[in-house]
């Protein structure tokens, strides 16, 4: 329980400076960077509701909502990790090429460690495709991710014509 409720502020905390780092790059709504005795409290207060009405949509529906979201999560995740491993292969060798005195951390192995990783990545990715109860998530985590992609895109294209 100790370690529930650790995870859970761990992870209010984290959304809520997520959500202010946000803002102040001007791709959030101001009123979640809004500062109350240095806290964003709006953004800790809606990082509270919108996990607490997920507990209770977990409560009226556990048959489905519950695992919906873990296996949402879980692919959300593994792009996540991919965006980092392709980012890693692509701005290590800039900085290589550029200013490779900036480089102080060294991957042993790179890049094929990178490399092991995205396969490992995509494996599963391969295997929640052929499963049946994993395969909505999946598809639904790629289509949100080619939105938010194109969106962003956008975004950037429209902020650099300013």
Known sequence: ???????MNANIYG???IAYSL???GQGPKALAKLSGGVPRIGVLTSCV?????VLLSYWRPDDVFPWLLNMIGAVILVVWI???????????RIEREAPEK???????????????LA??????????RQPDTRVQ???SGAMTVVLAAVGYVWQRARARR
């Open 1 to 7: 329980f100790v370690a529930l409720l650790s995870a």
């Open 15 to 17: 959304s809520s400076r």
């Open 23 to 25: 803002v102040e790059r």
């Open 50 to 54: 919108v996990g607490f009405f997920c």
């Open 83 to 93: 965006f980092i491993a392709v980012s890693q292969l692509l701005l290590r060798r």
């Open 103 to 117: 480089l102080v951390v060294r991957m042993w192995a790179f890049p094929y460690l990178t490399w092991v990783a």
């Open 120 to 129: 490992g990545m995509a494996a599963v990715f391969v295997l929640m495709a």
């Open 138 to 140: 999946l598809y639904s």
